[in-house]
């Protein structure tokens, strides 16, 4: 295959189940789209592969070009070292040994693996994946005193790239533009939703999806997916849930995901004496996904931030009526009314109220405009705003 064709993507994870999240998935995104075109460098979570040097991989039946920087054990959430701080010198450190692979063509979605690859004669696609500061969100405490001169010097860096795609709506965009003090010009912005597979995430039959998960056809199951993070307002859901449960008795909420606030979320549902009532999946695959969004009566979400939500994406393209906080395109994805609710401000009396309101719209809920943003078109979309080299 001519490299000037290829694609080098750099990114935190395995490129097949770890670490969960937004990441991964449009990761998995461009490998369903772009197949064997794609060179990868990532992580291992495997005993038997390489590290330090590129190698051949299989993923999905498909073999990549492939280059481990670290081995991880999937066990861990959280590590002594911050996994961006060791992404960023472990890239430093083999940064001679991936260029030799020699494709031009690189698609980044971190900041700090942004900042530790020399773009120099390289053909950059940077695709935000959130557009908050990452730091200032950090797992790790310290991280937040650094997010300020982190992205400062990060947008410096990114007038050198050849396209910019952001999976946010127009106004966190316009919120990063203002951020970067004039790195950023408007025009040089691609509003660019995330993907979602709509082969899998379609609406399917809510009782034989709970036949095949083993749940009761006659609870009232509300669910929601994705990863277990304090941001992403697991206790908000809870205590939600809880009041929601006052007057929907036969009710359970199905948490499908992890994170690193699995134990927390664990603990906390316990003081509360709930159960029997909230229950932790763990990890699904993407069809088992698909059959716990369609086996429930009701998506909720209560994120204090996001990009633009697969998961919420995912849900609608399910027919799934859904209740959400207002983050960014929370709005762009949810009509109130048609195919959920969107709830200003945390406020917990309303989402419980619009809880039950969403109950009411007919399923499958309206999605047409979620199919835009189907996995089959993202090539295409990507190509149209990324001329390769």
């Not at 990549?64 to 054990?73: G, I, P, S």
């Not at 965009?173 to 597979?197: M, N, Q």
């Not at 993407?286 to 969004?293: F, K, T």
């Not at 945390?346 to 835009?372: G, Q, Y």
Request: aromatic letters at 12%.
């Amino acid at each position: 295959m001519n490299k000037r064709s290829r694609i080098l993507i750099v990114d935190f994870s395995n490129f097949e189940d770890y670490p969960i999240g937004g990441y991964l998935s449009f990761s998995r995104n461009m490998i369903n789209s772009f197949g064997s075109r794609l060179a990868l460098v990532g992580i291992s979570t495997s005993s038997e592969e390489p590290i330090g040097k590129w190698f051949i991989k299989s993923i999905d039946g498909k073999e990549f070009d492939y280059f481990a920087l670290a081995r991880y054990q999937k066990s861990k959430t959280k590590h002594i070292i911050p996994d961006r701080l060791a992404i960023y010198f472990l890239i430093k450190l083999y940064g001679s040994r991936i260029r030799e692979i020699g494709i031009k063509n690189v698609f980044i979605q971190r900041q700090e693996i942004f900042l530790s690859l020399q773009i120099k004669s390289r053909n950059v696609c940077y695709s935000f994946a959130g557009l908050e500061n990452p730091l200032a969100i950090s797992k790790y405490w310290y991280g937040r005193f650094l997010a300020r001169p982190f992205e400062s010097i990060f947008f410096d860096k990114l007038r050198s790239v050849s396209v910019i795609l952001a999976r946010g709506d127009d106004a966190s965009i316009s919120d990063l533009i203002r951020r970067s003090s004039g790195a950023i010009a408007t025009e040089s912005i691609v509003k660019f939703p995330t993907r979602i597979d709509t082969e899998i995430f379609r609406p399917m039959d809510k009782e034989e999806s709970r036949k095949t998960l083993g749940l009761a056809l006659s609870t009232l199951i509300v669910v929601t997916t994705g990863r277990l993070a304090e941001y992403k307002g697991w206790k908000f859901m809870v205590d939600s849930f809880i009041e929601f449960q006052k007057s929907k008795q036969e009710s359970i909420f199905l948490f499908i995901g992890e994170g690193e606030d699995f134990h927390v979320l664990k603990t906390y549902i316990s003081e509360c004496n709930m159960e029997q009532h909230v229950l932790l999946t763990g990890k699904q695959t993407q069809p088992q996904i698909a059959l716990y969004l369609n086996a429930a009566d009701l998506f909720i979400m209560g994120s204090y931030k996001e990009g633009w939500s697969t998961s919420l994406m995912e849900a609608s393209a399910c027919g799934i009526p859904a209740c959400v906080t207002d983050f960014s395109s929370a709005r762009d994805i949810i009509m109130d009314g048609e195919n959920g609710y969107v709830v200003n401000n945390h406020d917990k009396t309303i989402f419980v109220e619009c809880m039950s309101k969403a109950l009411m719209i007919p399923r499958p809920v309206k999605n047409d405009h979620i199919l835009l943003y189907s996995t089959q078109n993202l090539q295409s979309d990507i190509l149209k705003n990324w001329h390769l080299a």
